[in-house]
């Protein structure tokens, strides 16, 4: 049901901090073209981490989803980054999203008590949101920014849940990745990673999507990679791998968010600044991505 590869797109805004919903749909376009010489894009994902969600208000979660539904090909899929701290406010989010035209909910693990955070707290948490959403639910886990990580050991209950579609993994751990498929494994529920580099290796054993900051720089390897390494061509998905391994690694670790946007800027597409408290990459920083886009081909 999400199969391929999706960008995490970032959140663009205007000099005054508001949404920048004409950039939104330009970059769009632009991706929409970018993957069509391949099997393409399979969606978008608003208001994820790139998309600076913690700096996005619920109302503007709907005008993105409103702005993105409109620009992207008919056949793709709109995921709506939802979660908030509360289990209250998360349902009010994902319906929200979902009015306005979001085909999913990507729900991150409520972090703010993460001390509480138990096993039974959240399965409470997910299966309430489930409950009450007009759309499939995804779980989203990144341990990076949440500071804990999922007890592998609920999955599968939560898998059962008729409408809890799948799981965003974003820890990088091919060995929890191939947990997860083994206990889902006959379940209607998709594993994705959300990780580049463990993306290919996880292929291996039945991971088949994946929510990349990368494919927001090179949607259109991403997706040839992803097809190569469905198709079996393993030796021209790893040496795509390899190629776009330093690029991932610069738009997410390494620069995080500022640094991702400072590469769309390199490559015609709209980054801007990111909302405070997050600064602007260095010029600095756009050096060395520039020199790292150039280096993967990407940027002439």
Request: hydrophobic letters at 45%; glycine letters at 10%; proline letters at 7%.
């Amino acid at each position: 049901m999400f199969e391929g590869i999706y960008p995490p797109i970032p959140t663009p805004f205007d000099e005054s901090g508001a949404l920048a919903l004409d950039r939104l749909a330009s970059n769009i376009e632009k991706w929409n073209r970018a993957s069509t010489g391949t099997g393409g894009l399979s969606g978008y994902v608003v208001t994820g981490s790139n998309g600076e969600a913690p700096h996005v208000g619920p109302d503007e979660i709907g005008r993105l989803v409103t702005a993105v539904r409109k620009a992207a090909r008919p056949d793709m899929k709109v995921i709506a980054g939802t979660g908030q701290l509360s289990t209250l406010a998360t349902i009010d989010a994902t319906r929200r999203a979902a009015d306005t035209g979001a085909d999913a909910a990507l729900v991150v693990t409520p972090f703010y008590f993460k001390g509480s955070m138990t096993a039974d707290a959240l399965k409470r948490h997910f299966v309430a949101v489930a409950q009450a959403s007009p759309v499939p639910v995804l779980i989203y886990n990144v341990p990076a920014n949440t500071g804990f990580n999922i007890p592998v050991s609920i999955v599968p209950e939560l898998a059962a849940h008729d409408n809890i579609a799948g799981i965003k993994d974003s820890a990088g751990d091919i060995n929890q990745l191939a947990e997860l498929v083994r206990l889902a494994r006959g379940m209607n529920f998709e594993v994705l990673s959300g990780n580049f580099g463990a993306l290919l290796p996880s292929m291996t054993f039945g991971v088949r999507g994946a929510i990349l900051a990368v494919a927001n720089v090179a949607p259109a390897e991403c997706v040839a990679m992803f097809e190569a390494a469905c198709a079996g061509r393993w030796d021209e998905a790893g040496a795509l791998h390899l190629r776009l391994l330093p690029v991932a690694r610069a738009v997410t670790s390494q620069y995080g968010v500022p640094g991702l946007k400072a590469a769309l800027d390199a490559l015609g597409y709209f980054g801007g600044d990111p909302r405070g408290p997050l600064l602007p990459a260095s010029n600095e920083a756009r050096e060395s991505i520039a020199k790292i886009l150039r280096e993967a081909g990407l940027l002439m």
